[in-house]
């Protein structure tokens, strides 16, 4: 029985050794040696201080930065929750998105909705638009727009509201990547906000335009892909050449 048994268990021993300690220290190994920035995450220090990865996307929502397509990845750019909606081109959540009660009975966004997002990014940008209710009955006194009421009013069944921007609008604006942690932007997408942050930053539409050329990288090896821009990347560098005062 044993002289069966050993030539298996030697193999075994042999392989966990081989592929479970050996390997994985030699790819580590090589990879630090070649790769060292890929291998530890593609991180991005500014200041002495890590302030993220280029491969995964943050919220940026202030006015003076550029910001990220939207995220469906736990709460959102959750690394730890990575995933797209999984919601159909013809769903109406995904098209009017949806409320829900929260543990205190108020009335919450549950799904923003594309419809939702296209009024944000419109507004925000300063893109033209018309629509079948005038915005200003959707604000809070503070100027916010009420989600909630623009939620429902996308979603009534007599007469949804109906808004429609005089611009086209990039898709990846307005809809989530399959991961939620896209780091990336379209060249378009970051066009359409160079005003907004120029103006809040306080310098010239010029100087912006100049400093998003530089940071829009082309296809991989000139065909694999599309042009993007890494919205990290970028407002990091809006902070060091233009900072806000």
Not at 27 to 56: C, D, H, W
Not at 137 to 154: E, M, T
């Amino acid at each position: 029985m044993w002289d069966q048994m050993l030539p298996g268990l030697r193999l075994k021993i042999f392989m966990t050794v081989l592929l479970g300690v050996i390997y994985p220290l030699a790819m580590t190994g090589i990879s630090q040696l070649l790769f060292p920035k890929q291998a530890n995450g593609s991180l991005i220090a500014s200041g002495g201080k890590v302030t993220g990865s280029e491969l995964i996307g943050q919220a940026f929502s202030k006015p003076e930065y550029f910001h990220p397509r939207p995220s469906s990845a736990g709460s959102g750019y959750d690394a730890a929750a990575s995933g797209g909606s999984n919601l159909g081109p013809t769903s109406a959540k995904l098209v009017r998105g949806t409320t829900k009660m929260d543990d205190k009975k108020n009335e919450v966004v549950d799904f923003d909705g594309v419809s939702l997002r296209i009024v944000h990014y419109s507004l925000e940008n300063g893109i033209s638009y018309e629509s079948s209710v005038p915005m200003a009955q959707f604000k809070n006194p503070d100027g916010s727009l009420d989600d909630v009421r623009l939620i429902k009013a996308f979603n009534a069944e007599k007469s949804p509201l109906v808004f429609t921007p005089k611009a086209p609008i990039p898709a990846d604006a307005v809809t989530a990547s399959a991961s939620g942690l896209d780091p990336h932007i379209s060249p378009d997408s970051a066009k359409a906000q160079v005003s907004r942050v120029a103006s809040a930053r306080g310098i010239q539409v010029e100087q912006v335009n100049r400093l998003l050329g530089q940071f829009t990288e082309g296809p991989d090896l000139g065909l694999l892909g599309e042009s993007r821009v890494n919205v990290l990347r970028l407002n990091l560098a809006l902070d060091h050449a233009f900072p806000v005062k």
